[in-house]
């Protein structure tokens, strides 16, 4: 049962351009989202994150929307520059648990 | 801080055979992870710990233990690998509940059983 869902393996952008990647969630308890990012043979890292009393936050140029009612949620990378080229994780978890469940990620690769 | 370590970064293990992998972090974090990455699959929770000497089973705990008996390490033991335990191996960590603290990533371990 994949409680947290990235449909998209892969998206290819050209620099200077939006980014959007998706994410789609099961689980009504989950409350709050992160987003982690991860380049090739390293661990990955925060991103960036929302909790359920918002729709939306931003820091720079990356922004999470968060639509509880379709429970899904997207992040936003604008302008997109070649450094972002990453795998990007989406994550879940519910206030007062002690994991976060992921999803598959989805490989962005920005074009010059 | 070097954060999180692990070693080795890379192991080829037999079937049958068994291993540890070492997990250390150095930032007083009391929760510590053990994600598995397959392929297209994303991050599988293996193992978590909330605190010395506390452990719990996350999503894929089977042919796996672990022990934590000091906050700073939380090794992984595998036991008669099995092919199907192939995978890039992460530890991570946070201060406190993941939804609140951000988790910290070591590099990984790629192993490969044959």
């Known amino acids: 049962d994949q409680q947290v869902k990235q449909n998209s393996p892969s998206l290819s952008v050209q620099e200077g351009r939006i980014s959007i990647l998706n994410c789609d969630y099961t689980?009504?308890?989950?409350?709050?989202f992160l987003w982690y990012k991860k380049y090739p043979a390293e661990g990955p890292t925060f991103l960036i994150s929302i909790s359920s009393i918002k729709d939306k936050n931003e820091d720079g140029r990356f922004t999470v929307f968060l639509n509880k009612s379709a429970k899904h949620l997207s992040l936003h990378i604008v302008p997109s520059q070649p450094g972002d080229s990453a795998v990007y994780f989406c994550a879940a978890s519910a206030s007062g648990a002690q994991k976060l469940v992921f999803g598959q990620g989805t490989r962005l690769t920005i074009n010059p | 801080n070097a954060g999180v370590t692990q070693t080795p970064k890379f192991r080829i293990l037999k079937i049958g055979q068994s291993m540890t992998l070492q997990c250390t972090q150095d930032?007083?974090?009391?929760?510590m992870y053990w994600y598995r990455q397959d392929p297209g699959m994303g991050l599988k929770l293996i193992y978590y710990?909330?605190?010395?000497?506390?452990?719990d089973k996350g999503e894929v705990p089977n042919g796996y233990n672990v022990s934590r008996s000091t906050t700073e390490d939380f090794p992984l033991r595998l036991e008669l690998a099995a092919p199907s335990q192939t995978s890039v191996y992460f530890c991570a960590s946070s201060y406190g509940e993941p939804a609140y603290n951000e988790q910290f990533f070591g590099p990984g371990t790629r192993l490969t059983v044959l």
């Open positions: 930032m007083n974090h009391n929760y």
């Open positions: 689980n009504s308890m989950f409350d709050y």
């Open positions: 710990s909330v605190g010395a000497g506390i452990t």
